[in-house]
């Protein structure tokens, strides 16, 4: 079974500096994607950042980065110079195989609320 | 535009009324799911499809239904909504096996 494990239920920042948001995870599955997504007070759902289990090196989308390490199993989020309007709750997720049926499921952690302050 | 489109957005019924929440993606993804978000809990799978007619239990199914008679439709259905179903829905779809999910804008439901 999948497990996503975010230990941070808040964190608060000052505007303009990085903050690392944890995630560590566990699967037996070789094969399995790492995302982050975005959840601000309006409720959606926003893909932020991927990374796949073979990836070799970290992703990274603009001022977002995945520090990937497979061997500790965490694919913590950087957010680099941090702006207000980061404030959000943020999931990590894993996408891995359900062996009994095929399906690959989308399993999330509970959440970090990150508060961006001026 | 690529999306996911879910409706309605807010929903307040009441008990054992029954409602659905439909859900319609327009990039011909194989796999659809449902979820629910409640505070503390995250976000939950309440029912997947794999395919048109192929669906299966997530992890909290219990009062729930859907069907996958299109590609592009994925209901879901409160047959006698109870309190404890005061959630917010998610649908999402992706291709199968791989990729990232496409999330639609959320259900707020209220049920008293």
């Known amino acids: 079974a999948q497990k996503i494990t975010q230990t941070q239920p808040g964190m608060f920042v000052q505007e303009k500096e990085a903050v690392t948001l944890d995630c560590t995870y566990d699967?037996?599955?070789?094969?399995?994607?790492l995302f982050w997504y975005k959840q601000p007070s309006s409720g959606e759902m926003i893909f932020l950042i991927y990374?796949?289990?073979?990836?070799?090196q970290n992703a990274t989308e603009g001022r977002y980065s995945l520090n990937f390490q497979k061997a500790r199993k965490s694919a913590n989020l950087v957010i680099s110079a941090s702006q207000l309007g980061d404030s959000a709750m943020y999931f990590c997720a894993m996408r891995g195989a359900n062996t009994d049926s095929g399906y690959s499921t989308l399993t999330f952690g509970k959440g970090t609320m990150l508060l961006v302050s001026p | 535009e690529a999306q996911v489109t879910q409706n309605p957005r807010y929903l307040i019924t009441v008990t054992g009324k029954k409602l659905t929440v439909t859900c319609s993606q327009n990039?011909?993804?194989?796999?659809m799911s449902w979820y629910r978000q409640d505070p503390g809990l995250g976000l939950r799978q309440i029912y997947y499809?794999?395919?048109?007619?192929?669906?299966d239990k997530g992890d909290v199914p219990e009062g729930y239904k859907v069907s996958r008679k299109e590609k592009r439709n994925f209901p879901l259905i409160l047959e006698s909504p109870s309190p404890n179903q005061t959630s917010l829905y998610f649908c999402?779809?992706?291709?199968?096996?791989?990729?990232?999910?496409?999330f639609g804008s959320g259900t707020r439901l209220t049920v008293v």
């Open positions: 699967t037996s599955d070789p094969s399995y994607g």
């Open positions: 990374q796949g289990s073979y990836d070799q």
């Open positions: 499809s794999m395919n048109v007619e192929v669906t």
């Open positions: 990039m011909n993804h194989e796999y």
């Open positions: 999402a779809s992706s291709l199968k096996g791989a990729g990232g999910y496409t």
